[in-house]
Nanobody
Framework: QVQLVESGGGLVQPGGSLRLSCTAS????????MRWYRQVPGKGRELVAG????????NYGDFVKGRFAISRDNAKNTITLQMNGLSLEDTAVYYC?????????WGQGTQVTVSS
């Protein structure tokens, strides 16, 4: 059974930091590209960050501007997203996604709320 379980979301003040994690099971994790997306009500999901199967290539959404860092540990079937310098506009549900060709898996999401 495929599972992607996100954790680490919560409430943080502007300028603060959060570290999201996504733990995978049920598929060959090290073969899959992994990505973080986010979504706010009324809008589609947007790419936050992605990392290649071996962890040697990363990409980020334009809005990240050096504030976030994605990493992965293939021995633990886990990816993380370190988010620094959070702003009100970063409030969203953050989703973990695994992809391999046309095979795609999504997690259930974790809420990140940035508020003073």
């Amino acid at each position: 059974q495929v599972q992607l379980v996100e954790s680490g979301g919560g409430l943080v003040q502007p300028g603060g930091s959060l570290r999201l994690s996504c733990t995978a099971s049920g598929f060959p994790f090290s073969a899959y590209g992994m990505r973080w997306y986010r979504q706010v009500p009324g809008k589609g999901r947007e790419l936050v960050a992605g990392i290649s199967p071996a962890g040697d290539s990363r990409n980020y959404g334009d809005f990240v501007k050096g504030r976030f860092a994605i990493s992965r540990d293939n021995a633990k079937n886990t990816i993380t997203l370190q988010m620094n310098g959070l702003s009100l506009e970063d409030t969203a549900v953050y989703y973990c996604k695994a992809d391999y060709g046309r095979i795609v898996y999504w997690g259930q999401g974790t809420q990140v709320t940035v508020s003073s």
